[in-house]
């Protein structure tokens, strides 16, 4: 389905999900952010929201399902990995708290949290793509476990981090039992409506009382992500178009030219983007590949193409981590924000070194958009993903820590083309 109409202008670079362009853009010089050309457009929600719809369509279901049982590469692979996760096991018991606690001074009980939701995704996976009804049963007691459960998210600031984070990791799982005997879907949309949803809001309204500039990119973007996912879980429009809206134009480091501030052209043959965490460290900055990926993958399955939005500057900045994650080197402006609650300024003369070529599942939904759906060459990202990374594995493949839960994973089974 798409939703571009008639009277819907499309901002440059940004494709019609009916007439996908084959070639690749670039402007002529490095630009930095507000010199770059963004054009904005009124949004408007589907009469009817598409379902399956957020990470994975009926297409990426069915797919995934016939070369399975037929036993082709890469999705066999891809699926190996998920079935000799101990997350997908039909057997898993969901431990539900009423409240989850992120931030250190507070008894942290957030890693339950992060791990019951990735065997919830992944038994749903096992599902729909295996057919086996004991791991639907096993994602469906998970789900309906929490949402009834569930009634705050409690911490320091890194409670929004966890309301963002595990908010739209959660509406996955849900999104895709919808409609499945014994899942309550009613009562798991009210409780992202009553605990995810509000923080989720109050963050991206008021950065916890900071300056705006305070917060790293991947803040911003995870409870983007989850104001979407709600939004589309919901059948809410206004919630949808607050997220989209937000990518576009929002006022904090998660927006579209706040996240890529800078831009150059022409690089070795291929435009680049630098990154707002890459002075930071490459552990963050590959995080963010994940959740604007997500964002993007999500709101393309509901006919808008924010992956290619503002000539394709997410793009470039995928390819300008990839790079540098891969060994190479990548130009880097200075860049300088404010801290705090009074804007103390701060900057960052040099890109950071720190966890460089760290393995996240993030790029094999990056590589089969760009290179497979638009036929661009993401000779970065696909380096990252063939080189590094395939076949995906999911929460549980990559250490106990958060880190290896930012990101749900399992690309490789999912988007592989």
């Known amino acids: 389905m798409s939703r571009t ?152 600031a890194d409670r929004f981090l966890a309301a963002g984070i595990y908010g739209w990791e959660f509406c996955q799982a849900a999104e895709l039992m919808r409609g499945y005997a014994g899942f309550d879907l009613t009562a798991f949309q009210q409780m992202m409506l009553n605990v995810f949803y509000p923080m989720n809001n109050d963050f991206l309204t008021h950065h916890n009382g900071a300056c705006i500039t305070n917060y790293w990119a991947n803040w911003d973007l995870c409870n983007m992500a989850s104001v979407l996912a709600i939004g589309i879980l919901t059948d809410d429009a206004a919630t949808y178009d607050q997220a989209v809206t937000y990518f576009k134009t929002g006022a904090g480091n998660g ?52 992956y290619s939005y503002d000539s394709r500057r997410f793009f470039k900045a995928a390819q300008y981590v990839a790079k540098y994650n891969l060994g190479n080197d990548v130009p880097f402006t200075t860049y300088t924000w404010g801290s705090g609650t009074n804007c103390a300024q701060n900057s960052q003369s040099v890109i950071s070194s720190a966890s460089r070529g760290q393995i996240r599942p993030v790029w094999a939904m990056l590589h089969f958009h760009y290179n497979r759906r638009l036929y661009l060459d993401d000779k970065y990202i696909s380096a990252m993903y063939y080189n590094l990374v395939a076949p995906e594995g999911g929460g549980g493949d990559y250490g106990s820590t958060s880190g290896g839960y930012d990101q749900l994973g399992f690309g490789t089974l999912m988007y592989a083309k």
């Open 255 to 306: 927006s579209i030219q706040h996240a890529v501030p800078f831009l150059y052209p022409n690089v070795e043959g291929y435009d680049l983007g630098q990154w707002q965490e890459s002075g930071r460290d490459q552990g963050h900055t590959v995080m963010g590949m994940g959740q604007m990926g997500a964002i993007c993958e999500m709101a393309w399955n509901q006919g808008d193409d924010l």
């Open 5 to 156: 109409s008639p009277h819907r202008s499309i901002p440059t670079g940004e494709l019609s999900r009916r007439g996908l362009l084959k070639t690749a853009g670039g402007l002529t010089a490095a630009v930095a952010l507000g010199a770059a050309s963004a054009t904005t457009t009124a949004n408007a929600a589907p009469a009817t929201f598409t379902h399956p719809g957020m990470l994975h369509n009926a297409g990426d279901i069915n797919r995934a399902k016939v070369r399975v049982a037929a036993g082709d590469d890469p999705w066999l692979s891809g699926w190996n990995r998920l079935t000799a996760n101990s997350h997908s096991q039909s057997t898993w018991t969901p431990n539900p708290q009423a409240t989850v606690y992120r931030g250190s001074g507070y008894p942290e009980n957030y890693g339950i949290l992060y791990n019951d939701i990735a065997a919830a995704y992944q038994n749903a996976l096992r599902w729909v793509v295996g057919g086996t009804s004991a791991n639907a049963d096993c994602a469906v007691r998970i789900l309906n476990a929490w949402a009834n459960t569930l009634t705050s998210i409690q911490g320091t």
